[in-house]
């Protein structure tokens, strides 16, 4: 069998040549640094969602707090004014939140059930009475490997806001 000199030669070139190693490598790394930056940029809008829940939470218990006359009269009205605050679709973020507002004869009966899911009912009691306002909103997530947060499924995530207080003398 004949070898032909130019076939050996061009094969050792092309062993040798190293032009497109860069190209290889950055292919071999891209993946991991394209979802390392949209985990990035998804924790980032994750805190933001949690300030804003939880601020819309506050802005919406301090209404039944103080006995303003636009204070919610109903859970549906209450849910209105958290996702006012919170933006987007007003039905999207219904069915995304789950609320509850209850009173409660001491604060101790309120710290017991504090750390349990929100269960619909809506109770804003009256001047003096002790008020425990929870709420859960569901965020979808972009990337599912996302710490250890509360999950619903592999591709969402609990945001919890609660809120206790002594409703204040407005009668």
Not at 9 to 20: M, T, V, Y
Not at 54 to 68: E, W
Request: glycine share 8%; charged share 20%; hydrophobic share 45%.
């Amino acid at each position: 069998m004949f070898r032909s000199p130019r076939r050996s030669w061009a094969a050792r070139s092309f062993r040798r040549d190293e032009q497109g190693a860069t190209a290889v490598e950055f292919a071999f790394v891209a993946p991991v640094l394209f979802f390392a930056l949209l985990s990035l940029v998804e924790v980032g809008m994750l805190g933001m969602m949690m300030m804003s829940v939880d601020a819309a939470v506050l802005d919406a218990a301090r209404r039944i707090r103080t006995g303003r006359d636009d204070a919610a009269t109903s859970a549906q009205a209450f849910e209105d004014q958290i996702c006012s605050h919170i933006g987007g679709g007003l039905t999207n973020c219904r069915n995304r939140l789950i609320i509850s507002v209850k009173k409660y004869a001491k604060f101790s009966d309120a710290n017991a059930v504090a750390a349990q899911a929100p269960d619909g009912t809506f109770d804003k009691g009256g001047a003096g009475d002790i008020i425990i306002v929870k709420a859960n909103y569901t965020w979808p997530l972009l990337t599912p490997f996302l710490g250890n947060l509360e999950r619903v499924g592999p591709t969402n995530v609990v945001i919890p806001a609660r809120a206790a207080f002594k409703n204040e003398p407005f009668d």
